[in-house]
């Protein structure tokens, strides 16, 4: 976990934010290749509305949350994606949180 207060919370360890202004372009993400592609082991994928992504993911001020990551370390691993988004948007987004299931960290 790298955001610095208020981003951080128990219930984020990970969280991908972008700028509004961002979205359209998808320019969020500058996932190393390293970190890229399908994680090992298991996961779950959760499609949640907006409400639920405040609770889950934190809310950043002057951003967007659009998903976040949490991992207990113990193997129980949840994707949360903001229900809703464009297929493209979507995909960046799950690209961005499974890399951090392949253990990219972000400031
Ligand atoms: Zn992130």
């Given at each position: 976990m790298r955001w610095a207060a208020p981003y951080a919370?128990?219930?984020?360890?990970f969280c991908s934010a972008v700028q509004a202004a961002s979205i359209e372009g998808y320019a969020?993400?500058?996932?190393p290749a390293e970190f890229l592609g399908e994680p090992v082991g298991q996961y779950v994928v959760n499609h949640v509305s907006a409400r639920l992504i405040d609770i889950m993911c934190g809310v950043v001020p002057g951003r967007v949350v659009l998903g976040c990551t949490l991992d207990?370390?113990?193997?129980n691993r949840v994707i949360f994606v903001k229900e809703g988004l464009s297929p493209a948007v979507e995909a960046a987004v799950l690209i961005h949180e499974k890399a951090h299931l392949n253990g990219w960290e972000h400031g």
């Open positions: 919370s128990a219930a984020c360890l969020f993400g500058d996932v207990d370390g113990k193997n």
